[in-house]
């Protein structure tokens, strides 16, 4: 996935996760964090200041097709 500077028209950040086809992406409510979610299961955290991965998570019993961070900002619901 790629972070884009808008404003700039330019890259801000590539997020290389998993090779897989991106199925969804949440902000954090204060914009310090999206979630990323592919077809096959795997997710990543990534902080969007430096674009650094926060963490990772994957679900072996298939692909995920949305993501939602909870209001709290601390926990993410999966869809799939």
């Known amino acids: 996935a790629i972070l884009w500077d808008v404003n700039a028209k330019s890259v ?3 997020l290389l996760g998993p090779k897989s086809a ?7 409510r204060d914009g310090s964090q999206v979630a990323i979610v592919h ?20 679900d072996e019993r298939g692909g995920f097709a949305a993501v939602l961070f909870f209001p709290d900002g601390q926990k993410l619901l999966t869809a799939s």
């Open 12 to 14: 801000r950040h590539t």
């Open 22 to 28: 991106v199925t969804g992406a949440a902000f954090h």
């Open 39 to 58: 077809a096959d299961g795997r997710g990543v955290v990534w902080e969007t200041q430096g674009g650094s991965q926060v963490t990772d998570f994957h």
